[in-house]
């Protein structure tokens, strides 16, 4: 598919009603982390910045429409702040357009704008098509947790990509 669709998508924070298009998203998308209502109410409605550990989350826009969505997470008791991409999907006929890596852009940033000189994420490892991705954008393999995920039993692989703290403007309360 066409790159050139790229330039008409935005990313924003998500809200509450968000929350449906959301779970369609996971729906449409089985090898992302299946979360449910209550748990993106619950990162919605409770996580802070001036929490210790801050998640947010984050909506790919395409046609004024919600057609990707990101969970990040920074850990701000440690230093340097430790930051992890939880969760990524785009619906499947919105694939290829960059509202993936897009998405991953954007938890970089604000990963980068909490403090972290890394961000971190997980991945089966029969998950040709999101390391491809994930590669794509800067991440290299830096472990492999065996046996990490079930339903079906698989290995976790863990990826890292470097990125350079600038601060604390996050754009997220
Ligand atoms: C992973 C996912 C979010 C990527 O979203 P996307 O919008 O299709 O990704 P993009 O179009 O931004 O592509 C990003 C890069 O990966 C590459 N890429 C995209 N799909 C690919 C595929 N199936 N195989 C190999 N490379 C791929 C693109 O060429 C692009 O590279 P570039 O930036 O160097 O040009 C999407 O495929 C998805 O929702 N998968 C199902 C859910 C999932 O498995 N999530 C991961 C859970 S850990």
Redesign the pocket.
Same mark, same amino acid.
């Given at each position: 598919m066409s +790159?050139s669709t790229a330039d008409a998508h935005s990313i924003r924070p998500a809200t509450l009603a968000d929350v449906p298009a959301i779970l369609h998203?996971l729906a449409a !998308?089985p090898?992302?982390?299946q979360w449910s209502a209550a748990e993106f109410h619950e990162i919605l409605t409770s996580s802070t910045a001036d929490q210790p550990l801050q998640r947010a989350v984050w909506i790919a826009e395409a046609a004024d429409s919600a057609a990707?969505f990101a969970v990040s997470s920074v850990l701000r008791s440690v230093h340097p702040a430790e930051a992890e991409l939880e969760?990524? /999907?785009? #619906?499947?006929g919105? +694939?290829?357009?960059? #509202?993936? +890596?897009?998405? &991953?852009e954007t938890v970089a940033t604000w990963s980068a704008a909490c403090g972290a000189d890394a961000l971190r994420?997980? &991945?089966?490892a029969g998950? /040709?098509?999101?390391r !491809?991705?994930y590669a794509? /954008?800067g991440f290299v393999p830096s472990g492999r947790r065996p046996g990490y995920y079930a339903n079906p039993t698989e290995d976790a692989v863990c990826m890292t990509r470097t990125i350079h703290p600038v601060g604390n403007k996050t754009g997220v309360a």
């Open positions: +790159r998203i !998308s090898s992302a982390p990707g969760n990524v /999907a785009v #619906l499947p919105c +694939r290829g357009q960059g #509202l993936g +890596r897009a998405l &991953v994420l997980e &991945v089966r998950n /040709a098509p999101a !491809s991705v794509a /954008a």
